[in-house]
């Protein structure tokens, strides 16, 4: 059955986890009072999702193969990479098996995407698109013609407000049905005639490291993590994982990894009640032996000290 939401955030832990057909995660490299903002559409077999978030960040996550997606900027702004690759206005990613899983931004950002089970794109391929559609093996950086789109953007754009005013258009069957067949033309449309972007060797290897990297990551998600334990688990030398951490992250390894450790304090922080659990309980826990260091980095990231997101009763 067709239906849609439209969700607003102001904590990114909850953001990452409403995100569709994903596990992610976000870590906030800069200051401020996060916001978010998630439009999600499922009308029959195309599932679509809007995204809007303010601070600069890196998302992680790990998607799984049975849907083919793209995704693309919906407005205009500060820089957003997709790995070694910038997102522009004009242009598309289409998500392969061994593609990067980091995105990340440098403030406000506004981007969205579109995905169909793995038969459906196939057959987009053969009959709107003459072209093959079905997940490629590498991440592709992909220029439709500039009338392709902006048509994209524009019933992309159409189709969300439909979820803000009037959802019940959405979740009447024969009206999701013309609007997923109008979105799966534009998309074919778009991903018709042109070739998209591929990498080079050596950022497919990279890209390789980074995927050890991520799944690292993965396999330890409330475990505080060191470069020198990283680099002996995915086999490479630390002036490799810098150079190419820097490439997906814009940042070292050692700066993102004191993030995301931060992060899982004041997640636990968040979580715990004052006589149960203690700040120091909390920093120790997540490799943090100089307390007033930690409270001072944390109060940096947050706007807060420890204590005072401690204080407030989880949710």
């Known amino acids: 059955m067709p239906l849609s939401a439209v969700q607003t955030f102001t904590d990114p832990d909850d953001y990452a986890t409403a995100i569709r057909n994903t596990k992610a995660e976000l870590t906030i490299?800069?200051?401020g009072q996060f916001s978010g903002k998630l439009t999600r559409i499922d009308l029959h077999r195309l599932w679509m999702q809007r995204f809007a978030d303010?601070?600069?960040r890196v998302a992680h996550s790990g998607g799984g193969s049975e849907r083919v997606s793209i995704s693309f900027r919906t407005q205009p702004g500060l820089t957003l990479m997709w790995g070694d690759a910038e997102m522009l206005p004009t242009n598309i990613v289409r998500h392969g098996e061994g593609g990067s899983p980091f995105q990340r931004?440098?403030?406000?950002?506004?981007?969205?995407?579109l995905s169909l089970p793995v038969e459906d794109a196939a057959v987009v391929g053969e009959t709107l698109a003459d072209g093959d559609l079905?997940?490629?093996?590498q991440t592709l950086i992909v220029t439709p013609a500039p009338s392709a789109m902006a048509r994209l953007q524009q019933l992309h754009s159409q189709v969300a407000?439909?979820?803000e005013d009037a959802p019940e258009i959405i979740a009447h069957p024969e009206a999701a049905?013309?609007?997923?067949?109008?979105?799966?033309?534009?998309i074919a449309d778009c991903l018709a005639t042109r070739e998209g972007r591929k990498n080079t060797l050596a950022q497919g290897q990279h890209a390789i490291v980074m995927r050890r990297f991520r799944r690292v990551v993965e396999e330890n998600p409330d475990q505080p993590l060191f470069i020198p334990e990283i680099c002996k688990a995915i086999r490479v030398p630390g002036r490799t994982l810098r150079m190419c951490c820097q490439e997906h992250l814009g940042m070292g390894p050692k700066r993102y990894l004191l993030l995301r450790r931060l992060h899982m304090a004041r997640?636990?922080?968040?979580?715990?009640?004052?006589?149960?659990?203690?700040v120091t309980d909390v920093a120790t826990r997540y490799g943090f032996w100089q307390l007033g260091r930690f409270a001072v980095e944390y109060r940096s990231l947050f706007g807060e000290l420890p204590s005072d997101t401690l204080s407030r009763q989880p949710k």
């Open 105 to 113: 931004s440098s403030g406000s950002a506004a981007w969205g995407g």
């Open 177 to 186: 049905r013309s609007l997923e067949q109008a979105l799966i033309q534009a």
């Open 161 to 163: 407000r439909l979820a």
């Open 54 to 56: 303010n601070l600069p």
């Open 267 to 278: 997640r636990a922080l968040r979580e715990a009640t004052p006589d149960a659990m203690t």
């Open 134 to 137: 079905t997940r490629p093996k």
């Open 29 to 31: 490299t800069g200051r």
